[in-house]
């Protein structure tokens, strides 16, 4: 079992800058495949970022690419997601997700564990 608990979430004004966290329990967590998925109001819930378990592989969509960075710590169990030149766009509740299988998925059926999601709004 992994609990998931995302943190820096925020206003700010568009051309800012905010880095989530995702702080995981278990003892498995380096093992997952970590992921970042937003979603906005009236929208469906859509893949921003992925991650493999060692860090190396990463991949993010092209609505976020150049500006969104995913990073991992699995000393400390967390990963981030860095978010630069933040749009209106951008705005969503962010939510962190973890696939124990560790493949590499862009969909949210393939992701078992979810943080309870972190508010970004941006302003124009």
């Known amino acids: 079992q992994v609990q998931l608990v995302e943190s820096g979430g925020g206003l700010v004004q568009a051309g800012g800058s905010l880095r989530l966290s995702c702080a995981a329990s278990?003892?498995?967590?380096?093992?997952?495949?970590m992921a970042w998925f937003r979603q906005a109001p009236g929208k469906e819930r859509e893949f921003v970022a992925l991650i493999n378990w060692s860090g190396i592989t990463t991949n993010h969509a092209d609505s976020v690419k150049g500006r969104f960075t995913i990073s991992r710590d699995n000393a400390e169990n967390t990963v981030y997601l860095q978010m630069n030149s933040l749009k209106p766009e951008d705005t969503a509740v962010y939510y962190c997700a973890a696939a124990p299988s560790g493949g590499y998925y862009y969909t949210a059926e393939y992701y078992n564990y979810w943080g309870q999601g972190t508010q970004v709004t941006v302003s124009s």
């Open positions: 278990g003892r498995t967590f380096s093992s997952y495949t």
